[in-house]
């Protein structure tokens, strides 16, 4: 039988991803990356806070990948935005632009960690391929990224609620919860009952190719890929091992998917292997693909 996952499911696989020492070895800490917020439309919001919230992001995901620690941010306002710009500035940093207004940081933390999953995705590899499957696949990093903005969400308020910024923005750590739970809560984003992840790939294949940017599909899977996430715990980190593998580009999409799980040391893997499982039988056991080899690899 299926398993029906409710909000109350959902809760509980925030709480079961795992620590960021179990996901990199490492003891988690303050996020390195430089995050600069240049002056713009933000409404009432001051650049200082901006950058503070997105220090506040860059602090739940930085651990899981300590290859991305040390990066360089340039974040613009733009209503072109929210989006990773493929070029960078003249000193190295990469260009992220946002589309948010005043102090809603539930908003600024949901689009940014957005972005951010897009560069440890290592999306630049994607980016700079002229091969048209690379980009028919971009559907299924968009929906991983929409995954980490709900886990972030959920994250930045049990971080705010103990530990905020500042004392008086402590009252604001509801916001963060509130809002993931009522993006879950979205009719779109449930599975029917009658169907599998796998069969409603194969029903809606060619227009995740034609189109990433499909924004109630892409929420859907996203929300089948935080349950995983909560039954592979600490295996956030094999985000960043997506894109790795440049050839992968020109496979189809199950073999892209074989050269993730490929690349992803074994501690982490998990994650990957259930995702596979999910598309290719429509159950977690993962035994669709018990042959790969794993062999992990260095994020770019």
Same mark, same amino acid.
């Given at each position: 039988?299926?398993?029906?996952?409710?909000?109350?499911?959902?809760?509980?696989?925030? @709480?079961?991803?795992?620590?960021?020492?179990?996901?990199?070895?490492? %003891?988690?800490?303050?996020?390195?990356?430089?995050?600069?917020?240049?002056?713009?439309?933000?409404?009432?919001?001051?650049?200082?806070?901006?950058?503070?919230?997105? %220090?506040?992001?860059?602090? !739940?995901?930085?651990?899981?990948?300590?290859?991305?620690?040390?990066?360089?941010?340039?974040?613009?306002?733009?209503?072109?935005?929210? #989006? !990773?710009?493929?070029?960078?500035?003249?000193?190295?940093?990469?260009?992220?632009?946002?589309?948010?207004?005043?102090?809603?940081?539930?908003?600024?933390?949901?689009?940014?960690?957005? +972005?951010?999953?897009?560069?440890?995705?290592?999306?630049?590899?994607?980016?700079?391929?002229?091969?048209?499957?690379?980009?028919?696949?971009?559907?299924?990093?968009?929906?991983?990224?929409?995954?980490?903005?709900?886990? %972030?969400?959920?994250?930045?308020?049990?971080?705010?609620?103990?530990?905020?910024?500042?004392?008086?923005?402590?009252?604001?750590?509801?916001?963060? #919860? +509130?809002?993931? +739970? #009522?993006?879950?809560?979205?009719?779109? #984003?449930?599975?029917? @009952?009658? =169907?599998?992840?796998?069969?409603?790939?194969?029903?809606?294949?060619?227009?995740? *190719?034609?189109?990433?940017?499909?924004?109630? =599909?892409?929420?859907?899977?996203?929300?089948?890929?935080?349950?995983?996430?909560?039954?592979?715990?600490?295996?956030?980190?094999?985000?960043?091992? @997506?894109?790795?593998?440049?050839?992968?580009?020109? =496979?189809?999409? *199950?073999?892209?998917? *074989?050269?993730?799980?490929?690349?992803?040391? +074994?501690?982490?893997?998990?994650?990957?292997?259930?995702?596979?499982?999910?598309?290719?039988?429509?159950?977690?056991?993962?035994?669709?693909?018990?042959?790969?080899?794993?062999?992990?690899?260095?994020?770019?």
């Amino acid at each position: 039988m299926r398993e029906i996952w409710t909000l109350a499911s959902f809760a509980v696989a925030f @709480l079961l991803v795992g620590s960021p020492a179990l996901a990199t070895g490492l %003891t988690p800490s303050a996020s390195r990356i430089a995050i600069h917020v240049k002056q713009g439309d933000w409404g009432t919001a001051r650049t200082q806070d901006i950058e503070t919230v997105l %220090t506040s992001v860059a602090n !739940v995901l930085v651990p899981y990948f300590p290859h991305r620690a040390s990066i360089r941010v340039l974040v613009a306002s733009s209503r072109q935005g929210p #989006r !990773v710009l493929l070029e960078k500035s003249p000193d190295g940093a990469h260009l992220v632009l946002l589309n948010v207004q005043d102090t809603r940081w539930d908003q600024f933390a949901y689009q940014f960690s957005h +972005e951010l999953c897009h560069l440890f995705a290592n999306s630049e590899h994607r980016e700079m391929s002229s091969d048209v499957v690379a980009r028919n696949h971009q559907w299924f990093e968009e929906a991983l990224c929409e995954a980490v903005s709900l886990f %972030t969400l959920k994250q930045m308020a049990s971080s705010w609620e103990h530990s905020p910024p500042y004392p008086y923005w402590k009252d604001y750590a509801p916001a963060f #919860r +509130e809002y993931a +739970e #009522r993006l879950l809560g979205e009719k779109h #984003r449930r599975l029917p @009952l009658d =169907k599998s992840v796998a069969e409603w790939y194969a029903e809606n294949r060619e227009m995740l *190719e034609s189109n990433p940017y499909l924004r109630e =599909k892409n929420e859907f899977l996203a929300t089948q890929l935080i349950a995983l996430l909560g039954v592979a715990p600490g295996s956030l980190g094999a985000i960043g091992y @997506l894109n790795l593998e440049r050839s992968s580009y020109s =496979k189809s999409f *199950e073999a892209y998917l *074989e050269s993730w799980y490929s690349c992803c040391p +074994e501690a982490i893997s998990d994650f990957a292997r259930r995702v596979i499982s999910l598309f290719t039988r429509g159950d977690h056991d993962g035994t669709a693909i018990a042959a790969v080899t794993v062999s992990g690899g260095t994020p770019y």
